[in-house]
C-alpha cells in the first residue's frame, strides 16, 4: 500500500520526511498576466515583510525509555521492555528503500519483493511461514503484515503471548526475511496474479484514477514522479525472479535496515536475541549510495479536471505545498506544529461560515499531510453547488488571510484544541501498547520522527503553545504561501457539474486580486457549561456484577446503569447504553429513513447550541457521542477523557431530552446517500454486498445496504423520528467501563440518567421474511474496463446461539478464512484475499449470517465461486484437519489475550438469560473445541440448501 504520512493534531509522535533544514530564499512577483505565465507562488505585491521561521537545529533528546544501538555490520536496532498490554511482542525489520530506488520506475519491484519474503525463505519455506505463526496466535493481516512506499519497505509482526518458543518464532521470521529470502522463479509466477489482483483493487477502478491524478500533480518535477509503488499492471505480470533477487540483495543491506522490538521482556534479553540473529549478517551483492531526495515548493499554479464516470462523490480540492523539516529538531518540530495550527484555524472559519450558511461549503476539510519525505502539503477538500464560486472563495479566504493574519481569538481556540489532546495522551501514556511504539521508533529510524518521552514532548509543545502568537503564526503562513502556489483539482463523475480548466484559472487569478480588509476572527464562545447539573434520582436498587467486580443501579425511570472499573486504556471511559425496541416498531417508511434521520441528528447541535457553537464548545474537550437506531434496539455509544466524563453524561441527557436539526446537516445527509447510491456502480465490494443483502432481506428497503431514496426525508420528518425512538427511556441498559469510580458513575447517572423522561414500556417486533430455504444466484455488473471482480457466497442460519457456540463459530471463522487464503490466493493465485466473516442475530430470531468473500480476477468468477463451495462442503462434511484446528485457535487466543474495554461492555449488556463470556470462560470453551464440535456447526451453519451466491464483474468495453 502507499503509505500516506499524516501529522494528526496534537499527537505527541510527529511524522517527519527530511533531514533537511535549510531554507531557501522566499520569493515574489508582480502579477502575472496570465495562471500559466506565473513563475512564483505569489503574484501580487506583499503589503507586510516576510520572516521566515527559526530552523533551529537543536535535537530533540530521545526517550531513556528505549535503547537505540547499532550493530558492528552497520544495522541499528531499538528495544524497550514494556508491560502494556503485557505478555507481547511487536516486531519490526524497517528497510530504507522503496519504490525510489526500483531500476525501472514503473516496475513495482519493491512491492513484489514485499509479497514475495511471505512466500518462502530458508526456514520457512512456502506458506510455511504464515502457518508457523497461526500456530502461535498470529493471524495475518491484524498481526502479520507489511507496506512498502516511495521510500521504505517494512515489515509488521505482533505476538499476543510472549514465551520463549514464539520469540525464537518472531526473531527468527525477522531474521529470514532479512537475509534468507528464497525468491524462486515458480514463486515469483504464482505470484503475478495475487499482486496483480491487489493493483487492480487498489489503483485500478475510478478511486485510483483519482489518486494517479493527484500523485501526477503532488510528484511532478520531483524525483518520485512516476514511481507509484504498486507499478504497472503490464510489467508485474512479467517480472521474475532475477530482478526481485537483484533489488533484495542491492538494498536490504545491513545500513540500510532497523530491527525494532518492543513488548513483555526485557531490553537486555532483546537486545541479546538481536545480536545473536543479525550480528552476522553481511551484505549481498554491489550496494549503491542512499541517496537523500530533495523536493522543492511547487510554485507554479495548477488547474485541473479529474473524472471518470463511476465516481460516487463530486469535490474540488485546493494544495499549497508547505516547508518539512521533520520533528527530530526543534526548529521542525515548532514549524510542524504551526502548521497545523493554521491548518486548524483555516477549517474552523470556513466551517463556521459553511455550517452557519454563510457560504455556499459543504463540510470543508482542511488538514496537513505529508505526501511523501520532505514533501508536506496543506490541502483542502469541500463541495458546493456553484463549484466554482466556492473554489474561489475558498482561495480568496486564503488570500485574505495572508493579508490579514489570524485572530488571537483563532489560536486560543487551536491551541485549546492542542492541549487537551496533549493531555489525553500524556494520561494515556501508561497504557501505550507495543505495536504504539514499535512503530514510532521505525518512523524514527526512517523518518527521523521524534520520540523524546511522553512527558518531556507533553512539556516542550505546551511550552511552546504558551509562547506561540498570531502573530507568528501569520508570519510563518505568510511565508509558506510566499513560497508555494495552489494547486485546484476538480474532481466528478460527470464534467459537466465541474468547472473548467479556465474557470479554476479564473478563481486563482481573482483571489489574487484580494484586498486587505480588518481581521475578521472567529468571536469568542460565551457558552461555559452544556447545562446545569439536574437534582439526582432516587437509586431504586443496588447490585453487585459479581462476574466482573462491578455495580448496578436501577433507577424508577427504568434506567439500569453498570459500571466495571478498568484501567487497560489509562484515562479513558468508555459508554454503551441501548434499549430495546429499534426501527421494528416504525413504519416500514420511517424505518426505512430511521438510520439517515439519526445521523442528520447528531451532525446538528444540541439544545439551544447550533453545531458551531456546539463544536466549539467541545473542541476543548475529549468527548464524543453517537446516536443509533438499528433493526431491534436504539442507543448510544460514547467515550470521553476521565477529566471529561460529566459532559459526556450531559451529552446524553441533552441527546434524549432536547435534539434538533440542522437544515444544513440534513442536506449533508441527503448528499452522503446520494454518493453511496453511486458508489455501488462502481464499487464491485458495495455492489456485491449491496446484492447479497438485497437478496437476504427479499428487497425489504428497511434493510438496505445502501440507502434507498430519501426524498421523503425532511428536518421535521427526522426529528420525529429520532425523537420516537430515542425521546424517551424505559428499559434503558448503560454500561460504563473505564478509569473512573464507582461512587462517581452514580452521582452523575443519578443526576444525569435517572432524570431521563420516561416512556411506555416496548419491545422489538419480528418484521423479517421467512428464512431462507433455497439458493439464490445473483450476477452484477460494477466498475469497468480493469476494475476487479468479487465473488461472495452469504449462508444465512437459525441456529440456538449460546456460549459455546460463539466461541465455536470463531474458530470456524478464522478455518474458512485461511482457506480462502490458501486456495484462492496462494494456490490459484486468483485473489488479493479473501475473508469469512460471520454476525450474531440475538433477536429478532437467533441466527449465524456466515459471509465467504473474495476480490478476484474478474475472468474467473464462476471457478472461483465453486472453489469456495467446495471449501464449505468440505469443513461441514469432514471439518477441519488438526493443524487448521491448532492454528485457529492459537489465533483466536491470541485475540482474547488482547482485552479491552470493549470487552468488558458487551459482558455488561449481556442478557440475563445468557452466560457471561469472561476473559476466563472464554479461554476455558476455545480450550474445549474440537475438530467435531466444528464440523457439527459448520454442517448447520454452511447448509448446501440455503445460500445466496453473487459475482460481480466490471462492465466490459467500458473505463
Do not use: K
Not at 507489511?146 to 521504505?152: G, I, K, L, Q, V
Not at 466556492?390 to 489560536?411: C, I, P
Not at 457471561?916 to 467435531?932: F, G, K, N, P
Amino acid at each position: 500500500m502507499i503509505r500516506r504520512c499524516l501529522l494528526l493534531a496534537g499527537a505527541l509522535v510527529a511524522t517527519a520526511c527530511t533531514d533537511a533544514l535549510e531554507i531557501p530564499e522566499p520569493t515574489t512577483s508582480s502579477t502575472a498576466d496570465t495562471i500559466a505565465a506565473s513563475t512564483t507562488a505569489t503574484t501580487s505585491a506583499t503589503p507586510y515583510e516576510l520572516v521566515a521561521p527559526d530552523p533551529d537545529p537543536t535535537p530533540i533528546e530521545v526517550s531513556g525509555e528505549v535503547r537505540i544501538g547499532t550493530l558492528d555490520n552497520g544495522i541499528t536496532y531499538y528495544v524497550r521492555s514494556n508491560q502494556s498490554p503485557g505478555n507481547g511482542l511487536s516486531l519490526r525489520l524497517a528497510v530504507d528503500a522503496g519504490s525510489l530506488q526500483q531500476e525501472e520506475p514503473e516496475s513495482g519491484a519493491a512491492h513484489f519483493l514485499e509479497h514475495m519474503l511471505f512466500n518462502g525463505t530458508e526456514n520457512f519455506p512456502g506458506n510455511e511461514l504464515a502457518r508457523a505463526l497461526q500456530r502461535i496466535g498470529v493471524a495475518f493481516g491484524a498481526d502479520l503484515n507489511a507496506y512498502t512506499s516511495f521510500d521504505e519497505t517494512v515489515y509488521q509482526l505482533d505476538l499476543a503471548s510472549v514465551t520463549d518458543e514464539t520469540v525464537d518464532i518472531g526473531f527468527d521470521v525477522l531474521a529470514d526475511w532479512a537475509a534468507a529470502a528464497t525468491i524462486s522463479q515458480d514463486g515469483t509466477v504464482a505470484e503475478r496474479g495475487v499482486v496483480r489482483e491487489e493493483i487492480r483493487l487498489r489503483d485500478e477502478g475510478p478511486d485510483g484514477v483519482v489518486a494517479t491524478a493527484f500523485n501526477r500533480a503532488y510528484l511532478r518535477g520531483t524525483p518520485y514522479e512516476d514511481r507509484e509503488p504498486g507499478g504497472r499492471g503490464d510489467l508485474i505480470l512479467e517480472t521474475d525472479a532475477e530482478e526481485l533477487r537483484a533489488f533484495y540483495d542491492r538494498w536490504y543491506r545491513p545500513e540500510l535496515m532497523a530491527v525494532i522490538a518492543v513488548g513483555d521482556r526485557s531490553a537486555d534479553e532483546l537486545e541479546a536475541r538481536i545480536r545473536e540473529r543479525f550480528a552476522e549478517l553481511e551484505a549481498r551483492g554491489d550496494g549503491a549510495e542512499r541517496q537523500r531526495p530533495t523536493v522543492e515548493p511547487i510554485d507554479t499554479p495548477l488547474a485541473e479536471v479529474v473524472t471518470h464516470p463511476e465516481l460516487a462523490s463530486t469535490f474540488i480540492s485546493i494544495d499549497y505545498s508547505l516547508t518539512d523539516w521533520g520533528t527530530a529538531t526543534v526548529g521542525g518540530e515548532r514549524l510542524t506544529l504551526i502548521q497545523e495550527l493554521f491548518a486548524l484555524m483555516i477549517r474552523d472559519r470556513l466551517r463556521d461560515a459553511a455550517q452557519r450558511g454563510e457560504v455556499d461549503l459543504d463540510e470543508p476539510f482542511v488538514t496537513r499531510f505529508e505526501q511523501t519525505r520532505a514533501h508536506a502539503f496543506l490541502g483542502f477538500n469541500f463541495d458546493a453547488v456553484d463549484r466554482a464560486a466556492a473554489t474561489e472563495y475558498v482561495l480568496s479566504e486564503m488570500r485574505r488571510l495572508e493579508l490579514t493574519g489570524f485572530t488571537e481569538n483563532e489560536l486560543a481556540r487551536a491551541t485549546s484544541q492542542f492541549r487537551t489532546i496533549l493531555d489525553q495522551s500524556l494520561a494515556a501514556a501508561p497504557t501505550t501498547q507495543d505495536r504504539t511504539f514499535a512503530d514510532t521508533y521505525t518512523a524514527h529510524f526512517l523518518d527521523g520522527t521524534q520520540i523524546a518521552s511522553a512527558a518531556a514532548t507533553h512539556e516542550r509543545l505546551t511550552a511552546t503553545l504558551d509562547e506561540l502568537t498570531a502573530s507568528e503564526v501569520t508570519d510563518v503562513f505568510r511565508w509558506e504561501l510566499s513560497r508555494a502556489a495552489p494547486l485546484v483539482i476538480a474532481v466528478g463523475p460527470d464534467p459537466s457539474e465541474l468547472p473548467t480548466v479556465a474557470e479554476l484559472e479564473a478563481a486563482i487569478e481573482a483571489a489574487d486580486l484580494v484586498v486587505a480588509e480588518g481581521p475578521a476572527g472567529a468571536d469568542e464562545l460565551a457558552v461555559e457549561q452544556l447545562m446545569e447539573r439536574p437534582t439526582p434520582a432516587e437509586v431504586v436498587e443496588t447490585n453487585d456484577v459479581s462476574e466482573l467486580g462491578g455495580t448496578e443501579w436501577v433507577f424508577a425511570n427504568g434506567v439500569t446503569v453498570r459500571h466495571v472499573r478498568s484501567d487497560i486504556a489509562a484515562n479513558q471511559v468508555d459508554l454503551a447504553a441501548v434499549s430495546e425496541g429499534g426501527w421494528s416498531l416504525l413504519d416500514a417508511d420511517d424505518a426505512a429513513l430511521a438510520p439517515h434521520a439519526v445521523v442528520a441528528v447528531q451532525r446538528s447541535g444540541i439544545g439551544d447550541l447550533d453545531r458551531v457553537d456546539l463544536r466549539r464548545f467541545l473542541a476543548g474537550v475529549t468527548t464524543g457521542l453517537s446516536p443509533f437506531i438499528d433493526e431491534t434496539s436504539e442507543g448510544f455509544f460514547g467515550g470521553s477523557g476521565a477529566d471529561d466524563v460529566e459532559i459526556l453524561f450531559q451529552l446524553l441527557h441533552l441527546a434524549v431530552t432536547q435534539p434538533r436539526i440542522d437544515e444544513l446537516a440534513l442536506i449533508e445527509v441527503l448528499d452522503d446517500a446520494d454518493d453511496q447510491r453511486r458508489s455501488v456502480a462502481s464499487d464491485p465490494g458495495l455492489a456485491t454486498l449491496n446484492a447479497v443483502v438485497d437478496a437476504r432481506f427479499d428487497g425489504d428497503q428497511r434493510f438496505a445496504l445502501v440507502p434507498p431514496s430519501l426524498d421523503g426525508l425532511t428536518s421535521e420528518r427526522a426529528l420525529d423520528i429520532y425523537r420516537g425512538r430515542l425521546g424517551t427511556v424505559d428499559d434503558l441498559e448503560v454500561a460504563i467501563v473505564g478509569a473512573i469510580d464507582a461512587d462517581v458513575v452514580e452521582e452523575l447517572a443519578a443526576a444525569y440518567l435517572g432524570t431521563l423522561p420516561a416512556g411506555e414500556p416496548d419491545t422489538w417486533v419480528n418484521v423479517r421474511a421467512e428464512p431462507l430455504d433455497a439458493v439464490i444466484s445473483r450476477e452484477v455488473v460494477a466498475g469497468s474496463g480493469d476494475a476487479t471482480g468479487t465473488v461472495a457466497v452469504l449462508y444465512p442460519s437459525i441456529v440456538a446461539i449460546d456460549a459455546p457456540t460463539r466461541v465455536e463459530l470463531l474458530v470456524l471463522e478464522s478455518i474458512l478464512g485461511t482457506r480462502l487464503l490458501d486456495v484462492v490466493r496462494e494456490e490459484l493465485g486468483a485473489s488479493y484475499g479473501g475473508s469469512a466473516r460471520s454476525e450474531v442475530t440475538d433477536a429478532p430470531t437467533e441466527g449465524i449470517d456466515l459471509l465467504l468473500f473474495a476480490n478476484i480476477d474478474p475472468a474467473r468468477g464462476p471457478e472461483i465461486l465453486d472453489v469456495i463451495l467446495a471449501q464449505a462442503v468440505d469443513v461441514a462434511a469432514n471439518g477441519p484437519t488438526a493443524d487448521e484446528l491448532e492454528r485457529a485457535r492459537s489465533v483466536i487466543q491470541s485475540d482474547f489475550d488482547l482485552v479491552g474495554n470493549g470487552e468488558l461492555i458487551e459482558m455488561l449488556l449481556t442478557e440475563p438469560d445468557e452466560e457471561v463470556l469472561t476473559y476466563e470462560r472464554r479461554s476455558q470453551l476455545l480450550a474445549e473445541v474440537d475438530a467435531d464440535s466444528i464440523r457439527q456447526l459448520a454442517a448447520t451453519v454452511l447448509s448446501a440448501g440455503a445460500r445466496i451466491e453473487v459475482i460481480t464483474s466490471p462492465a466490459a468495453g467500458t473505463g
